[in-house]
């Protein structure tokens, strides 16, 4: 164990759980994709990869079963900007590896490989054909700042405090040869993209 301890990312692992699934109609942290939830399945990649593993919600009761800090959201109703503002606030690391809680296949290899790029940015973040993945990205606490400049403002939309801070953008071609199908970035919004990827899944 101490090995593996020693191996691991000195990063936190933060997982976004405060949405309100609305379109999903059910909570999206919770849904079964191959016989596990996917807020369990992102917390057993994150405690081999990283020091600490945090989650941040508006209903700490529904997570304390996971092996992760739950910390409450210190701007509820302002959205994945107001969470990543709480997770770089309790991050106990200068760096923290965030993600929504409805994204069921990360790689190791991918977020090792966006780790690895850190130095001198603030943030670091993947441009797929579909635009940045703000919500597969590592924010430094350099961050904090101008996240809260925009919060007070009542923005948030996350990309737009990009500007305030050094940024470095990984090209889809980087991440291709890590993960040729791109399914780091697979989320679950609808129940109609969740058929359409369970009918995928079972006939692949």
Known sequence: MGNTFHSRLSMTGMILSGGKSLRMGENKAFIEIEGMPIIQRICNLFR?????VIIVTHQRELYLHLEAT?????????????????????????????VACDMPFLKASVIEYLSQQVERYD?????????????HAIY?????????????????????????????????????????????????????????????????
């Open 48 to 52: 081999g990869l990283f020091r600490e």
């Open 70 to 98: 739950i910390h409450k959201d210190l701007f509820p109703n302002a959205g994945a900007l107001g969470g990543l503002y709480t997770g770089l606030i309790y991050s106990s690391f200068p760096y923290a590896f965030t």
């Open 123 to 135: 943030v670091v973040v993947p441009k797929t054909q579909d635009g940045l993945q703000p919500l």
């Open 140 to 204: 430094s606490k350099n961050c904090i700042p101008p996240i809260q400049k925009m919060l007070q403002e009542k923005k948030t939309r996350i990309i737009d405090f990009y500007p305030s801070v050094r940024v470095k953008m990984i090209e889809a071609k980087e991440i291709l040869g890590i993960d040729p199908k791109m399914e780091s970035f697979i989320n679950l919004n609808t129940p109609e993209e969740l058929i359409r990827f369970k009918k995928k899944t079972s006939t692949a």
